[in-house]
């Protein structure tokens, strides 16, 4: 018999989707078989079972973020009804989730020029070869121009991305829509040779990021 996340697997298998979101979808669908203490497709996809799971994700859980588990289940029970392997969820008795609206924290333009300069303080380089002192410093004007995720700033190549005028287009990862723009010439000179693609672990680059914040 077909488990919860041996049908989740196949699914995402199906779906064009990064490994992050992948990666996201099925250890939620693992969580819920842990949930229910039982495996098979039906025990796991019924609104008693899902309604108690997310109501223990909100004692821990931001409501953003169980919104999100609660829309990836759906988005597998459905994907499991649609094969005959589970009745279609009632939706209406699942538990909503209510998002507080929230003020967003930006960096000021000030606070924005500090961590150029504190870039310019750094020393050594990346295993590619690229300096800390310009990779910084190129992220960080890219990211301030362009407002485009963090993702996305590591893909940017200027080569590819932007004309002779300094006009900008890039289709977002994430959404698969076109963002555009206009870099500043400061931007520009920063980014110009300077692979932006991450060359460490990810999580390095929060760490690192938060170091430079304090220097």
Request: net charge positive; aromatic share 8%; glycine share 8%.
């Amino acid at each position: 018999m077909q488990s919860l996340f041996q049908f989740a697997t196949a699914f995402m298998a199906s779906r064009d989707v990064s490994a992050g979101y992948r990666d996201t979808f099925l250890s939620r669908a693992r969580a819920l078989e842990n949930h229910t203490g039982r495996c098979e497709i039906t025990a796991c996809l019924n609104e008693d079972v899902v309604n108690r799971l997310l109501s223990r994700l909100a004692e821990t859980k931001a409501p953003s973020t169980v919104k999100g588990w609660r829309g990836d289940l759906l988005v597998l029970w459905r994907a499991a009804a649609d094969e005959g392997l589970a009745p279609y969820p009632v939706t209406r008795k699942i538990r909503r989730v209510k998002v507080p609206v929230t003020l967003i924290e930006c960096y000021t333009i000030d606070e924005a020029r500090a961590l150029v300069d504190a870039a310019g303080k750094l020393r050594g380089g990346y295993p590619n070869g690229v300096g800390r002192r310009a990779y910084w410093e190129a992220i960080i004007r890219l990211a301030w121009d362009s407002g485009l995720r963090r993702g996305d700033c590591w893909r940017f190549d200027a080569a590819k991305h932007v004309d002779a005028t300094g006009r900008w287009r890039l289709i977002q990862h994430k959404t698969g829509r076109i963002a555009a723009g206009v870099l500043h010439a400061s931007t520009l000179a920063a980014i110009a040779g300077v692979p932006l693609a991450w060359p460490c672990h990810r999580n390095a680059f929060t760490h690192q990021f938060r170091r430079l914040v304090e220097i």
